[in-house]
């Protein structure tokens, strides 16, 4: 259930996020033939292209956390025998799971404390924009917590025998 459930959660932020790169590029090019063909363009465009941005750059990092796809150097842990090895996964998850916690409260703070501002061009609430940092903290929380269960069970001792 809970594979199924993580799955499922990966694929809509895929496809949010690429729906968003869609939306971004048409707006992009809209943007573009305005100012060439009409000789103006429209702020609105700009906007929302900078928003979506936004969001594909978080959804993309809570996605990037399935397919271990973040910056990392486990040269030395892989080195190390099982249990000292998922002792470090497990030290680093944890405060990988700190940053996200407070992340989340930080980005609800930062949510709410928006919600009376609006956007320049369309006067969008910018607490719909900002809802984004709260929500892909819990994503990359989330995802944290089955890339660490997975990488648990398949530690590996130095005679790369799996326990």
């Known amino acids: 259930m809970w594979k199924r459930?993580?799955?499922?959660?990966?694929?809509?932020?895929?496809?949010?996020?690429?729906s968003l790169l869609v939306l971004m590029v048409v707006l992009i090019f809209m943007q573009i033939v305005s100012r060439g063909l009409f000789g103006t363009?429209?702020?609105?465009?700009?906007?929302?292209?900078?928003?979506s941005m936004i969001w594909i750059t978080f959804l993309g990092a809570s996605i990037a956390f399935q397919y271990t796809?973040?910056?990392?150097?486990?040269?030395?842990v892989k080195k190390l025998p099982a249990i000292p090895e998922r002792i470090v996964n497990i030290i680093g998850a944890l405060i990988c799971a700190f940053f996200f916690v407070v992340l989340a409260l930080k980005g609800f703070e930062l949510m709410q404390g928006a919600g009376s501002q609006g956007s320049p061009?369309?006067?969008?609430?910018?607490?719909?924009?900002?809802?984004?940092?709260?929500?892909?903290?819990?994503?990359?929380?989330?995802?944290?917590?089955?890339?660490?269960?997975?990488?648990?069970?398949?530690?590996?001792?130095?005679?790369?025998?799996m326990e």
């Open 69 to 76: 796809a973040h910056i990392g150097i486990d040269y030395f």
């Open 41 to 51: 363009s429209y702020s609105w465009t700009e906007e929302i292209s900078r928003f």
């Open 121 to 161: 061009a369309l006067r969008i609430p910018m607490n719909y924009v900002y809802i984004i940092i709260p929500v892909s903290a819990v994503l990359m929380l989330l995802n944290l917590v089955d890339v660490t269960w997975k990488r648990w069970k398949t530690t590996t001792n130095n005679e790369g025998i």
């Open 5 to 18: 459930f993580i799955t499922i959660l990966n694929k809509a932020s895929e496809t949010i996020s690429a």
